[in-house]
């Protein structure tokens, strides 16, 4: 069964640092579409980034040139590097795999797309 778990979240102050890390099994990630959404309470769950099946990369507007999609293929994980993190990006963060392959960008990213998704790890910027 394919299986998602993501690692990483904490709590850290404005202008930090965190890399959160989503370890894949049952399937080979580079061969899917996956991104990273995010969700706080009483707000709708929203796109941050997505690697789609081409390898390439696509952010939210909010979060270019803070966050960074990459992945380890020899241990099946993907991981957001995340900087200069602020307040606005508390969320709980999740990871989410689509097993059919497809090219993806922000603006046609869809969360129904997504069919496996991990529990999520929570992410807390204080100011």
């Known amino acids: 069964a394919v299986q998602l778990v993501e690692s990483g979240g904490g709590s850290v102050q404005s202008g930090g640092s965190l890399r959160l890390s989503c370890v894949v099994s049952?399937?080979?990630?580079?061969?899917?579409?996956m991104a990273w959404f995010r969700q706080d309470p009483g707000k709708k769950r929203e796109g941050v980034a997505v690697?789609?099946?081409?390898?390439?990369?696509s952010y939210k507007d909010s979060v270019k040139g803070r966050f960074t999609l990459s992945n380890d293929s020899s241990k099946n994980i993907m991981y957001l590097q995340m900087n200069n993190l602020k307040p606005e990006d508390t969320a709980m963060y999740y990871c989410?795999?689509?097993?059919?392959?497809?090219?993806?960008?922000?603006?046609?990213?869809?969360?129904?797309?997504?069919?496996?998704w991990g529990r999520g790890t929570q992410v807390t910027v204080s100011s």
């Open positions: 989410a795999a689509d097993l059919i392959p497809k090219r993806l960008t922000m603006a046609t990213l869809r969360e129904a797309l997504f069919n496996c």
């Open positions: 049952g399937y080979t990630l580079s061969n899917y579409v």
């Open positions: 690697f789609d099946s081409a390898g390439s990369t």
